[in-house]
């Protein structure tokens, strides 16, 4: 009976250590992937800030298809689809409206499997970048999927804007409640003593100067943004042209709104046979004309049927021009001189919810009510001290 139980035990722990073997191995065997590189370094990336007074440059997101030995796969389509970071109602972005949306969605075939864009990220947070890279020639290699992280930090100087604020905040606070919490005794007919009229008349003129501001700046805004589309008399170039050969036509959605996605297409074709071609250079460019700012841009090939499709998120809300550019590829017997077909796309702003201006006065109530508890607790221990002495 001895030898049997001794036999048992280490038939188990045989068991066990197979099975940890295998899993430990197999958690370790290569697999195919997809390699991230940005530039600038992910720790440099800052959001898009439409009032830097250095023009932004977009992120240049580099993906690498590789296979179990590290060798880039050749002949690959990759399909992108970029998500922002998920939705906060307590920690709102400078576009809430772009949170926990796409931003971007595309298929790129890639002969060296390799895609290389470069896109604005508008908010701070967690993107995600699922990627699907399959073959162009079938059986060459198995096809899957891959979901990348990318991190974005905040600007740090939204952190010292927001220390200021709150500071002159708690001060007005602090102020308020020395002013209450000192308060003296009414006089005969008086509803509230002096110190505490003048104070609220002094936030009540302060309120009505913060709205004027407010009104003043939102009308200047909106003057400013009618000029700009009334004046701009800048010519581009038409969304279809034929030449030397190509026929080049640039077509989707003219009209988009923040949070959503625009359907953008490009056809390329051989004027004589009216048959696709795909052995040209393709340079995709999504421009923000208000303020000159390239905040999409892509270089590639287009598909076996000469095609370029791809879906945009325009999270400024100004209007945007399309512009892309065919150039001959390196050692292609067809040669011509650069072919440019444009199109612009109006945008539709979207407003904040009010529930997310309603936090952000809950806040800077909640300060100025902090700063007033203190004051108060001041004066209430300050009291019994005067009196005593």
């Known amino acids: 009976m001895k030898k049997y139980r001794i036999f048992g035990v280490i038939s188990t722990v045989c068991i066990v250590l197979s099975v940890l073997y295998s899993f430990v191995g197999s958690s370790q065997i290569p697999t195919s992937r997809v390699l991230l590189s940005t530039n600038p370094p992910l720790e440099r990336i800052l ?10 440059s977009p ?60 896109q604005m990220l508008p908010i701070r947070g967690n993107y995600q970048l699922l990627v699907k890279v399959s073959p162009l020639v079938a059986n060459t290699f198995t096809a899957y999927e891959q979901t990348l992280n990318l991190n974005v930090h905040e600007n740090p100087i939204k952190y010292k804007y927001f220390v200021v604020i709150a500071a002159i905040l708690l001060s007005l606070g602090l102020l308020g409640g020395w002013v209450i919490g000192g308060q003296e005794e009414l006089q005969q007919g008086e509803i509230a003593p002096q110190s505490v009229r003048l104070l609220l008349s002094a936030l009540t003129v302060v309120a009505i100067v913060t709205l004027l501001v407010i009104n003043i700046s939102a009308e200047v805004a909106e003057a400013h943004g009618s000029e700009h589309h009334s004046t701009s008399t800048e010519t581009i170039a038409p969304s279809s042209q034929k030449s030397q050969g190509l026929e080049i036509n640039l077509g989707g959605d003219k009209n988009a709104t923040v949070g959503k996605l625009a359907n953008l297409a490009l056809q390329v074709k051989d ?45 400024d809300g100004s209007p945007h021009k399309i512009e892309v550019e065919a150039t001959p590829l390196r050692g292609s017997s067809r040669q011509f001189t650069p072919v440019k077909v444009a199109q612009e796309v109006e945008v539709e702003a979207i407003a904040p ?37």
């Open 47 to 56: 959001p898009f800030e439409a009032e830097a007074e250095k023009p932004q």
């Open 59 to 118: 992120v240049t997101l580099t993906l690498q298809a590789v296979d179990a030995a590290g060798k880039s796969l050749t002949n690959a389509k990759i399909n992108l689809q970029i998500l922002t970071p998920p939705r906060n109602p307590w920690l709102t972005t400078d576009f809430p409206i772009v949170e926990g949306t796409k931003l971007l969605q595309m298929n790129a075939n890639a002969p060296d499997g390799k895609l290389e864009i470069q």
């Open 271 to 315: 004027t004589a046979t009216g048959q696709p071609i795909t052995d040209v250079a393709l340079q995709v460019k999504a421009i923000a004309t208000e303020h000159n700012l390239t905040v999409f841009d892509y270089k590639g090939i287009p598909d076996e049927q000469g095609k370029l499709t791809w879906l945009e998120q325009f999270f």
């Open 353 to 389: 919810p009010i529930y997310i201006r309603l936090i952000g006065l809950f806040y800077f109530t909640a300060f100025v009510g902090i700063g007033m508890a203190i004051g108060l607790l001041i004066q209430h221990r300050r009291k019994p001290q005067a009196r005593t002495n």
